[in-house]
């Protein structure tokens, strides 16, 4: 059974940083995307970086150049880097799976598995 759980939320001012961790287990690096998405109030769950299996990431163009995704595979947890953050980052953060070594879509639908989430608040 695939499990995940996030840690890392909190408050912060525009222009900081904070760093999400998600312990991830139950699953097989080859055959999984793993990734990133997050809901802001009244929106829907927006993609932010996407992992294949061979770690090719993707991210989305609202946090491209700001967030990094990275992982640790002995530790099997999953982080999100988050610098230059806005107020419009503001949201619940969820890290999530899917049964695809090459991710193929976008849509939290097709998104099996995921965490609790994490709540990240960037105020002005």
Request: hydrophobic share 30%; charged share 20%; aromatic share 12%.
């Given at each position: ?5 996030e ?16 312990a991830?287990s ?47 595979d ?6 999100l880097?988050?610098?230059?953050q ?28 995921w ?6 608040t960037?105020s002005?």
């Amino acid at each position: 059974q695939v499990q995940l759980m996030e840690s890392g939320g909190g408050s912060v001012q525009a222009g900081g940083s904070l760093r999400l961790s998600c312990a991830a287990s139950g699953y097989t690096k080859r055959n999984f995307c793993v990734g990133w998405f997050r809901q802001a109030p009244g929106n829907e769950r927006e993609g932010l970086v996407l992992i294949d299996s061979v770690d090719v990431p993707a991210y989305a163009d609202s946090v491209k150049g700001r967030f990094i995704f990275s992982r640790d595979d002995a530790q099997n947890i999953l982080y999100l880097q988050m610098n230059s953050q806005k107020v419009d980052d503001t949201g619940m953060y969820y890290c999530v799976a899917r049964p695809d070594p090459s991710c193929g879509t976008w849509s939290p639908s097709h998104y099996k598995y995921w965490g609790q989430g994490t709540q990240v608040t960037v105020s002005s």
